[in-house]
């Protein structure tokens, strides 16, 4: 395509690019039609019936069923579990990784080593990270319970404490993200300038004020979007809760993918109400998604 | 910023190598429970440095979980799905940064609001449509649904957008058509972000549990965290075997990180850090 002195002026040139550009863009957008746009409708619709007595036939109730899930124990339970876990795991796991990137950020001999060791657990799927610690924790191995003086590690162990289990769980999640919240951190320290700190070293401030004057506010941006990444993953969290806990004891755990996963293809087998609870999940990462983008817009501010 | 001496520096040394510690006792508490003999698995931790090794133990889990036909599985789907969000992505990022067509904005904010509809939402309908396909228990179902990537065609824009403004418009003065343009021009320009991406989606794909969990139910085309999945619900009196099993799983992924640790964090924290 010769751009010459002819040259065809902007209106031209889009009427001559679209057909290629829809060629670029078809296999992407048909993709997103049928694996996203469609089942996301479909789902809501989904929501307006209930299955019949054999799980068969799907029988109209309306947004009626909307309302009646929506006032429901279960969701309202649900929703809580996802909250507490998120709480659970989200400023813990900022901590330890902003910790660890700290720990490992200035100079010495042998870091690279320390370094790998703290960003290894990005190797752990969450079967692989869930099943190692269903080994600590179990109370018949008893490791962690010998290794530690607390007596809520021993039978039935932390995980069939109702009051526990949310915990345990917990805790192997942010062993888990340990791992991206530390490169998350450690890429965020490397783009504070020196000068800062030598300049509040100048102005007499220790390694305390240091780092809460400028390493914190330096890595504000860096830190709401870890946040609200891990907060979005927690609220997606399934597979530890299927391997360590289902849903229980009772439903202590039972968060709210657990709680979609159980309705639509456990016993009950009452897909429109896993619609709704669906749609529920849609509407809160559509929420943590919209803080997200105001983030990412501060972040240039920041640069 | 100069390394510490003396005292200072053996202090350091001290918590690092705490910190690495509690880091690792799951993994290392997993390794010796798969080199030990089955029946000692009981002695813990009286005896967390192992007197005895064996393969035994990895052998009976690589059988019991069918570890080889599963990791082949993913590598085969993650790899899949990893090619195919590439070539998705560069095609889409192209006609986003290089061409000009009608309602532009539209179709961008179109792939963007996709990252805002998580698998978790969409599960129960998609699982509907595999079904009437007819694709239960195959791979189309675990690869197809993950073939396009806004967050791939989002970075991806962003590379080609900042190449030089008339780049594209010597390449034209010399000939250069669209094609041979995106081909040896831009995506050569664009090949650490390739890599970064490739990496990111090759490792979801090869962690995800949800999906293949509710499409497959066959031995023949689980992924291996179904594998561990099964492995862990039919051994819960034999843990040792789990612990060989995650160690096993873990592995070639681990390789895999040390070998390409600067695409790795290039890929996690792409739009966290200005990079």
């Given at each position: 395509m010769l751009s010459g002195p002819g040259a065809p002026r902007a209106g031209a040139r889009a009427r001559r690019d679209w057909p290629l550009a829809a060629l670029?863009?078809?296999?992407?957008?048909?993709?997103?039609?049928?694996?996203?746009?469609?089942?996301?409708?479909r789902t809501v619709w989904l929501g307006l019936y209930e299955t019949d007595f054999f799980g068969e036939r799907r029988l109209w109730v309306g947004w009626e069923q909307y309302a009646d899930v929506l006032r429901s124990g279960e969701l309202r339970h649900s929703l809580w579990v996802s909250a507490a876990f998120t709480l659970l795991t989200v400023p813990t796991g900022l901590a330890a990784g902003l910790a660890l990137a700290v720990l490992a950020h200035r100079p010495l001999r042998g870091i690279t080593v320390f370094r790998t060791i703290f960003s290894s657990t990005i190797a752990t799927s969450v079967a692989v990270a869930s099943l190692m610690w269903l080994v600590l924790l179990d109370p018949s191995i008893g490791v962690l319970s010998q290794l530690l003086p607390f007596d809520v590690l021993e039978t039935p162990g932390l995980l069939g404490r109702p009051g526990w289990a949310l915990v345990a769980v917990s805790l192997t999640t942010v062993w888990q993200n340990l791992g991206f919240t530390f490169v998350l951190m450690t890429a965020g320290l490397q783009s504070v300038p020196d000068?800062?700190?030598?300049?509040?070293?100048?102005?007499?401030?220790?390694a305390w004020?240091?780092?809460?004057?400028?390493?914190?506010?330096?890595?504000?941006?860096?830190?709401?979007?870890?946040?609200?990444?891990?907060?979005?993953?927690?609220?997606?969290?399934?597979?530890?809760?299927?391997?360590?806990?289902?849903?229980?004891?009772?439903?202590?755990?039972?968060?709210?993918?657990?709680?979609?996963?159980?309705?639509?293809?456990?016993?009950?087998?009452?897909?429109?109400?896993?619609?709704?609870?669906?749609?529920?999940?849609?509407?809160?990462?559509?929420?943590?998604?919209?803080?997200?983008?105001?983030?990412?817009?501060?972040?240039?501010?920041?640069? | 910023m100069d390394e510490p001496r003396g005292a200072r520096r053996v202090a350091r040394y001290a918590v690092l190598v705490v910190v690495a510690v509690v880091v690792l006792t799951p993994v290392y508490v997993s390794l010796v429970g798969a080199l030990k003999p089955g029946a000692r698995v009981l002695d813990y931790p009286r005896s967390l440095v192992p007197d005895s090794l064996t393969l035994e133990t990895v052998r009976r889990a690589w059988s019991s979980g069918d570890l080889d036909r599963t990791m082949l599985n993913s590598a085969l789907v993650a790899g899949a799905i990893t090619v195919g969000q590439l070539v998705t992505s560069v095609l889409a990022a192209y006609a986003f940064a290089f061409l000009r067509f009608p309602w532009k904005p539209f179709w961008f904010g179109l792939f963007v609001s996709t990252l805002m509809v998580p698998t978790e939402v969409t599960v129960l309908a998609n699982h509907g449509t595999v079904s009437s396909l007819g694709w239960l228990?195959?791979?189309?179902?675990?690869?197809?649904?993950?073939?396009?990537?806004?967050?791939?065609?989002?970075?991806?824009?962003?590379?080609?957008?900042?190449?030089?403004g008339d780049l594209r418009d010597a390449a034209a003065m010399d000939g250069l058509g669209h094609g041979r343009f995106l081909l040896q021009v831009?995506?050569?320009?664009?090949?650490?972000m390739l890599g970064a991406l490739a990496l990111f989606s090759f490792l979801s794909a090869w962690n995800q549990y949800l999906w293949p969990l509710l499409v497959t139910n066959d031995d023949e085309h689980r992924t291996v965290q179904l594998g561990l999945r099964s492995l862990a619900s039919s051994n819960l009196d034999e843990l040792n075997l789990v612990m060989a099993g995650t160690i096993i799983a873990a592995l070639p992924i681990f390789v895999v990180l040390l070998a390409f640790q600067r695409q790795l964090v290039r890929g996690l924290t792409a739009g966290a850090v200005k990079g």
């Amino acid at each position: 395509m010769l751009s010459g002195p002819g040259a065809p002026r902007a209106g031209a040139r889009a009427r001559r690019d679209w057909p290629l550009a829809a060629l670029l863009l078809l296999p992407s957008l048909l993709l997103f039609a049928v694996w996203v746009f469609y089942p996301l409708a479909r789902t809501v619709w989904l929501g307006l019936y209930e299955t019949d007595f054999f799980g068969e036939r799907r029988l109209w109730v309306g947004w009626e069923q909307y309302a009646d899930v929506l006032r429901s124990g279960e969701l309202r339970h649900s929703l809580w579990v996802s909250a507490a876990f998120t709480l659970l795991t989200v400023p813990t796991g900022l901590a330890a990784g902003l910790a660890l990137a700290v720990l490992a950020h200035r100079p010495l001999r042998g870091i690279t080593v320390f370094r790998t060791i703290f960003s290894s657990t990005i190797a752990t799927s969450v079967a692989v990270a869930s099943l190692m610690w269903l080994v600590l924790l179990d109370p018949s191995i008893g490791v962690l319970s010998q290794l530690l003086p607390f007596d809520v590690l021993e039978t039935p162990g932390l995980l069939g404490r109702p009051g526990w289990a949310l915990v345990a769980v917990s805790l192997t999640t942010v062993w888990q993200n340990l791992g991206f919240t530390f490169v998350l951190m450690t890429a965020g320290l490397q783009s504070v300038p020196d000068e800062l700190y030598e300049a509040a070293r100048v102005d007499g401030a220790g390694a305390w004020l240091r780092f809460w004057h400028v390493t914190v506010p330096m890595l504000s941006p860096v830190l709401l979007f870890g946040a609200v990444v891990l907060t979005i993953s927690g609220f997606q969290s399934f597979g530890q809760i299927d391997l360590l806990t289902d849903g229980g004891p009772g439903d202590a755990t039972s968060v709210l993918v657990w709680s979609i996963y159980d309705n639509a293809f456990g016993a009950s087998a009452q897909e429109g109400v896993a619609a709704v609870q669906a749609v529920v999940l849609f509407v809160v990462v559509l929420v943590l998604s919209a803080v997200q983008f105001t983030v990412l817009d501060k972040r240039v501010h920041y640069g | 910023m100069d390394e510490p001496r003396g005292a200072r520096r053996v202090a350091r040394y001290a918590v690092l190598v705490v910190v690495a510690v509690v880091v690792l006792t799951p993994v290392y508490v997993s390794l010796v429970g798969a080199l030990k003999p089955g029946a000692r698995v009981l002695d813990y931790p009286r005896s967390l440095v192992p007197d005895s090794l064996t393969l035994e133990t990895v052998r009976r889990a690589w059988s019991s979980g069918d570890l080889d036909r599963t990791m082949l599985n993913s590598a085969l789907v993650a790899g899949a799905i990893t090619v195919g969000q590439l070539v998705t992505s560069v095609l889409a990022a192209y006609a986003f940064a290089f061409l000009r067509f009608p309602w532009k904005p539209f179709w961008f904010g179109l792939f963007v609001s996709t990252l805002m509809v998580p698998t978790e939402v969409t599960v129960l309908a998609n699982h509907g449509t595999v079904s009437s396909l007819g694709w239960l228990d195959s791979y189309q179902a675990l690869v197809v649904p993950f073939l396009a990537t806004a967050l791939g065609t989002f970075l991806l824009r962003q590379v080609f957008l900042a190449l030089p403004g008339d780049l594209r418009d010597a390449a034209a003065m010399d000939g250069l058509g669209h094609g041979r343009f995106l081909l040896q021009v831009a995506v050569p320009l664009a090949r650490p972000m390739l890599g970064a991406l490739a990496l990111f989606s090759f490792l979801s794909a090869w962690n995800q549990y949800l999906w293949p969990l509710l499409v497959t139910n066959d031995d023949e085309h689980r992924t291996v965290q179904l594998g561990l999945r099964s492995l862990a619900s039919s051994n819960l009196d034999e843990l040792n075997l789990v612990m060989a099993g995650t160690i096993i799983a873990a592995l070639p992924i681990f390789v895999v990180l040390l070998a390409f640790q600067r695409q790795l964090v290039r890929g996690l924290t792409a739009g966290a850090v200005k990079g």
